[in-house]
């Protein structure tokens, strides 16, 4: 019985949504791609299914701050488990792949980079095998706020080295971000559970970015009045979280800063500062937070627009693990987004037009009037009705004036109809405010019934509304290719029988530059030119160890008179042999 399995193992009494379910499908051989927010119980779907599985289960995991974590959880409810990636010694390493083939471990966390390497392929031929767990799955698409090109190889190893079930989990992935993982993993006749994006305990708030003395003075002003609570503030630049760490506590806020040019000892020991409360609030890059499980978040500050709302959600989702209200509050500044666009400049053209749609997006979203639940989780394919915010964004809890614009969104509608989608929200905005740009006069919309109708209503307003169109479903906004713009079938049936709207108007921010970002460069995950480096010595290291084991090999092998005198034989049979680089 699962339930007595379930308990047994995890000492839980019942099931949360889906996992039951999830976890039946891969027992009966199926594969399932797993939809859900942090904190939804997405782990327990294949770590259940490996202790009832004969053999080993594999987690691929992008995360290696994570997976000692998830290994440390496993082994105090007495799951055998264990990972594998460069933060161990040699000899630990043997140790454990010797443990793996031994059957003394179920479960195995590795890094894509490792399950690319031939000779770990070769290991994983020799052992019973009894699924893999593709982690943080979003990675496989360029859509995703994290790709990683290793992700796209994982089901053509998967299927040389084994054909057994695959389960892959991500927190963030919209629509399209879905439909790439199961074609790059082959799973598109895999059962798909997914579960609500809504974080219902999570306020929303957007607030303008001034300059910077104006700014800090509104960050000082929000964390003063939430003296003693964990926190995090979110920056695109190292610099930038050392400045503003530095004037927190300046202003007797205990901050520390964390990103991924301090030591590892520093970032470290400010990380278990803000973990064990030696410290507020932690002023971070897009580096930290990945593999933190600290339930009393009670806020989550975006000093800078992040790159994506992928990234936006994932990184608000740290606040009020716990089930309390958190606060999510985002400095916005149209300017900024100017410039995460110029960042992209030296991209190659499709990750260029990719970002720069995943920008676009995140901007829509600060300039909104309308609930931020309902665009965040439309977002991700959610209808959401904004009646059940509960006014926990600062729309819903502050709402501006409205205006009927129901002749106007006819208008917009008839007009997005007759383009056919061929064209993104400005050419229909130009189109509208009759605007004779040199791409309508091309599709000669300039002749278009419509054209210049709207001129008295201004580029803000028709921007509203074609929003509101999107997030109401009257239209697709088809970001794959480059935004483009199509009207719905429930945008056609509201031409024939229109309902009243009634709307505010899009906030318009003031752009004020900060040379301060401008100078700025922005964080990554990693160095690419010493990540190369490290994948090759990796394979040095590998190829040394396993000639050390085949030599091992002989040496034992080679006893009594038949023995060579061989030194390096001699060596090996007095004990074993680390292999150092």
Known sequence: DLTEALLKHFGHASFREGQRESVQHVLDGSDVVLVMPTGSGKSLCYQLTAMLLPGVTIVVSPLIALMKDQVDALNACGVPAAYLNSSLTRPQQLQILSAIRHGEIKLVYVAPERLMQSD????????????????????????????????????????????????????????KVQMDIQKSLNMLDAQVFKSSFNRGNLFYEVMPKGSKAQTMKDLISFVNKRRGQSGIIYCLSRKKTEDVAEILLANGINALPYHAGLDAKTRAGNQDKFLMEDADVICATIAFGMGIDKPDVRFVIHYDVPKSLEGYYQETGRAGRDGLEGDCVLFYNPKDTEKLEKFLK?????????????????????????????????????????????????????????????????????????????????????????????????????????????????????KTVIRYAQINNYIVKNIELYGLLSISEEGLAYIQNPTRIDLAQDREFEAISDSDFDNIQLEAVFDQRLYSQLKELQKQLDDLTTLTLELQTLANQCTGDDRPDCPILNAFSAGPIEAKP
């Not at 994983?124 to 095998?129: A, K, Q, S, T, V």
């Not at 995703?144 to 057994?164: L, N």
């Open 120 to 175: 770990f392929q070769a290991k994983l031929h020799e052992i019973p095998l009894a699924l893999f767990a593709i982690d943080e799955a979003h990675c496989i698409s360029q859509w995703g706020h994290d790709f990683r090109p290793e992700y796209r190889r994982i089901k053509q190893i998967v299927k040389e080295i084994d054909d057994v079930p695959m389960v892959a989990l991500t927190a963030t992935a919209t629509p």
């Open 346 to 462: 030296d991209k190659p053209v499709a990750e260029r037009e990719i970002g720069t749609q995943l920008i676009s997006e995140m901007a829509y979203f600060a300039e909104s009037s309308q609930c931020r639940r309902k665009s965040l989780l439309h977002y991700f394919g959610e209808n959401f009705n904004a009646d059940k915010c509960d006014k926990m964004c600062d729309n819903c809890r502050n709402p501006k004036d409205t205006i009927e614009v129901t002749k106007e969104m006819v208008m917009a509608l008839r007009t997005i109809e007759h383009t056919a989608g061929k064209v993104a929200i400005k050419h229909v905005i130009e189109i509208l405010i009759g605007k004779s740009s040199q791409e309508v006069k091309a599709y000669k919309h300039d002749k278009f019934e419509f054209f210049g109708k709207g001129k008295e209503k201004g580029a803000n307003f028709w």
